[in-house]
């Protein structure tokens, strides 16, 4: 079946400490995001990549860094300059040029907690 | 600038009755429109959208209607039921070459039994 798979589930960090989530999707999509959301709020954009080797910053970049060097891959890192990386990201994909069957698929999800 | 906005945060009701989810949006170049449900630590699941072509789109319990010269849009659940409860998510899109949704904040829909 095809998806779109984020790793681990449930993530720990120390303070100071560089992270890295994982995104892969075997839906064959061009483009892939980073979405971050925080406890009664919405979803807040971090990242995406419309094709490889190419990714544009959200609203809410500054602390975290992606690459894009595969198609199916597109992992988040979250970098010890972010101050309140607590949170659950998600990871989604969409397929760029099917605006009649357009939408996007999410990956399950990591919760990040700073301890 | 919230483009996409969902004004009541939460919704309660009855089991058996309708469900009625709004949605507003500023942009009118926005031409496609998508309802996300999602449970609480998992990702949102796609549920039904609507082209700014259309006025309601329709499937089983679920009917999304717009309303262009408004700049309003909504969802309706009818018969609502107890795996409802979710928090639903508006998104839009704007026509041209950039594919990137804009949603809403979401509205927590709590069904009662």
């Known amino acids: 079946d095809g998806g779109i798979t984020q790793s681990p589930k449930y993530l720990f960090r120390k303070e100071g400490q560089n992270v890295t989530l994982s995104c892969e999707q075997n839906?064959?999509?061009?483009?892939m995001y980073w979405y971050r959301q925080d406890p009664g709020q919405g979803l807040r954009l971090i990242y995406y990549?419309?094709?490889?080797?190419?990714?544009q910053k959200g609203d809410i970049a500054e602390g975290y860094s992606v690459s894009r060097e595969k198609k199916e891959s597109f992992p988040l890192t979250v970098t010890s300059a972010q101050k309140n990386p607590t949170a659950f990201y998600l990871c989604?994909?969409?397929?760029?040029?099917?605006?009649?069957?357009?939408?996007?698929?999410f990956g399950s999800g990591t919760r990040l907690t700073v301890v | 600038d919230q483009q996409v906005k969902q004004n009541s945060p939460s919704l309660s009701v009855q089991e058996g009755r309708i469900s009625i989810l709004n949605c507003d949006y500023t942009n009118s170049m926005f031409d496609y429109f998508l309802w996300y449900k999602k449970y609480p630590a998992e990702g949102p699941t796609f549920l039904i959208s609507i082209s700014s072509i259309k006025d309601k789109n329709e499937d089983g319990r679920f009917t999304v209607f717009l309303n262009k010269s408004a700049k309003h849009l909504s969802l309706h659940i009818v018969p609502s039921q107890p795996g409802d409860s979710a928090v639903y998510f508006c998104a839009a899109l704007a026509g041209g070459s950039n594919y990137q949704l804009i949603w809403g904040a979401g509205t927590k829909l709590i069904i009662k039994p």
């Open positions: 839906l064959n999509h061009d483009a």
């Open positions: 989604a994909s969409s397929v760029g040029f099917d605006r009649a069957n357009y939408g996007y698929t």
């Open positions: 990549s419309q094709i490889v080797n190419d990714f």
